[in-house]
């Protein structure tokens, strides 16, 4: 079967892979796969060469292996994730903070390729059927839902909180759209890319959108909001976002941190002293958040299929990448189909 592989620095190779054959895991035909911030900082680095990517995926039960509940054909999302099962984070609920969580994980590892081929196999305990209402391409929207879900319940927002979002991607965008569930009195996003901010408008996750590239970005966010945000939550995982999340949080607010970046960020302490900052990172979700947005999508009480802006093709996947990092294009969500 055909399979996009990384293989170099913003490098696919369209290569022909061996179907999975572990009779243990579930196995999966995919249905759609998202294309996912994370997987674009993998392209950037081109690392690590041979990864098949895509971790937010829908498919069809091919073998249902120990899960007895399921058969043949049913429809399938499934945690990517590979936690140990037994530790204190995974008996708590909280398998994010399990050590082999990331090792294993469904299209981040090289051991597990993920859904940017047409079969993949997945460990039982993580695969959970899909609603007959929930769409394929919805089905694979789940995963990248639960992320921002997570991100709010740490933020804690009380109903009028002012809340500012850095970065309009798909987490962003997730993360707005939580934020007004839980009764924020607006929501505003910063973007360096001026069609996403002005989409996230339009789609009505967010108030308003500020241009973090005008270089009075900071005064006109703090003209508008003097005393501050309550909550900062950045999905862009810029060092000089999170630097300038110090200074347009209120005091006594909240930072959370869900996008990524290894680079290292400079503050002067006394700024997050003086305000007596929360800081939080945010990583992935529980099981029991994952399960709620199957159903707060199954139930209409949200809607993801918004976000999507196409579904391509698998041969496609290397143009998908280039037009969700050439900065100026609106597409948020790009999804594969490797039948189309
Ligand atoms: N913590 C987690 O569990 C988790 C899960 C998924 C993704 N992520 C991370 O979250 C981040 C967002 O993911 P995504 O899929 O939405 O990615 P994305 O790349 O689609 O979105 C990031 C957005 O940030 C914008 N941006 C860049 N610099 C900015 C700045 N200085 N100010 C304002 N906006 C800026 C970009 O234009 C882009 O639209 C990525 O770093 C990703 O790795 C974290
Ligand atoms: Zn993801
Ligand atoms: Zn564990």
Not at 274 to 291: D, H, N
């Amino acid at each position: 079967m055909k399979a996009a592989q990384l293989d170099d620095i913003k490098k696919f190779k369209i290569v022909e892979i061996e179907k999975p054959k572990d009779k243990n895991k579930v196995i999966i035909d995919i249905l759609k796969t998202g294309i996912c911030g994370s997987d674009i900082h993998n392209w950037d680095s081109g690392s690590p060469k041979g990864l098949i990517m895509g971790h937010e995926f829908s498919g069809k039960v091919v073998n249902p292996a120990s899960r007895v509940d399921l058969k043949v054909g049913d429809r399938v999302t499934a945690l990517p994730i590979s936690p140990c099962g037994h530790c204190e984070a995974c008996e708590t609920g909280n398998p994010q903070y399990c050590k082999e969580t990331w090792n294993h994980a469904v299209g981040l590892s090289l051991d597990n390729p993920g859904g940017l081929t047409s079969q993949i196999a997945v460990r039982p305990d993580m695969v959970i059927k899909l609603p007959d209402n929930i769409s394929d391409e919805e089905g694979a929207m789940i995963e990248p839902t639960a992320v921002g879900l997570h991100a709010i319940h740490l933020a804690d927002i009380k109903v009028g909180d002012n809340v500012l979002v850095i970065g309009g991607g798909i987490i962003g965008l997730m993360s707005a759209m939580f934020a007004k569930l839980e009764g924020a009195q607006s929501v505003a996003i910063s973007e360096t890319n001026e069609s996403r901010g002005k989409k996230s408008v339009k789609l009505n996750v967010a108030d308003k959108w500020y241009n973090a590239k005008d270089p009075n970005f900071l005064q006109t966010v703090l003209t508008d909001v003097p005393n501050g945000f309550d909550i900062v939550i950045d999905c862009s995982g810029n060092t000089k976002a999170v630097e300038s999340s110090l200074l347009t949080v209120k005091q006594g607010g909240t930072i959370i941190l869900v996008g990524v970046s290894s680079k290292p960020i400079e503050f002067a302490s006394v700024i997050a002293v003086m305000k007596e900052l929360t800081l939080k990172g945010a990583i992935a979700y529980t099981k029991e958040e994952f399960k709620n947005c199957i159903n707060l999508i199954s139930n209409k009480k949200i809607d993801v299929s918004k976000f999507i802006d196409d579904i391509i093709p698998l041969k496609d996947t290397q143009k998908a990448y280039e037009r969700l990092t050439s900065g100026n294009d609106s597409a948020v969500k790009i999804i594969v189909d490797p039948n189309k």
